[in-house]
């Protein structure tokens, strides 16, 4: 009967101390920090572009994510801090970015996008109707 496999059957032991500092307090998601911690020897360039590397791994984004829910970092948890912030009243800019964040979460409200632009319209089209002028706008304007 085959032995149930674990991390280090995916990740060195270098790679889990990296996970492990990711998710601390001290590093936590600092990527650079983290892996110069696991690397001793290793510089701060190094660490940043191989840092970055070891962050597109499923095998270590898996783990990292298994920390974290081991922590107690899922969805409800967060749901209840959300709540909390959107709740409380000492901080007023807190408070509104969390209503904001959970009216996004909810899909109550869209980003939207104000588009302006500058034209002239030439003088034989003032003299048509709105209806005729908005055409004229519509063909002049490239929406792709």
Known sequence: MASKKTWKDWLNQNQINFCNYYVTEEFFCSWTKSYMKAYPKASETTARIEASKFLTNPNILDYIDKLLID???NDQRVDKELAKLVLQDDEKPVKLNAIKEYNKLKQRIEDKLKVT???????????KS??????????KINWN
């Open 71 to 73: 922590m107690g970092l």
């Open 117 to 127: 632009w500058d034209f002239k319209i030439d003088w034989e089209v003032r003299e």
């Open 130 to 139: 709105m209806e005729d002028i908005q055409k004229y706008i519509e063909s």
